[in-house]
């Protein structure tokens, strides 16, 4: 039997950003497909930098809790069965200022894969990373 290398693979990486948990369930960054990947966000915590992905688009939906969630300067919390769209090179930054953990689920197109967000890790734990733009 061989494998559809058109697929997305499935995956289950937990990735640490921070405090941020991401854990990538389906990773089409081989492929160039989509890729979808869950984020725990603790309470009273920050993505450490405004940031971009400069070659894909996210659509975010909150599963529970609460988020704040900027777009292009433009702030709003969203609540469990709310979603934003982040097109391809929006700035953006998110964070969790309640008292309960948010936990969403983000679709990106295409993909930057498992491996950008370990490496985003490494960035951040240097503490060298400022507005950054992350390619596909």
Not at 24 to 47: A, Q, W
């Amino acid at each position: 039997m061989t494998q559809d290398t058109s697929s997305p693979a499935r995956v289950d990486a937990t990735i640490r950003i921070g405090a941020i948990e991401v854990r990538h369930l389906v990773d089409g960054s081989g492929s160039g497909n989509k890729g979808l990947f869950e984020m725990r966000l603790p309470p009273n915590t920050s993505v450490p930098s405004e940031h971009a992905h400069c070659g894909a688009e996210e659509m975010l939906y909150v599963l529970e809790g609460r988020l704040r969630h900027s777009i292009g300067g433009v702030e709003q919390d969203l609540g469990p069965g709310d979603s934003a769209f982040k097109p391809r090179g929006a700035v953006h930054s998110f964070s969790n200022p309640f008292h309960e953990t948010v936990r969403t689920l983000t679709v990106m197109a295409p993909d930057l894969g498992a491996q950008s967000f370990r490496e985003a890790a490494a960035v951040i734990a240097s503490g060298a990373l400022g507005a950054t733009c992350f390619r596909a």
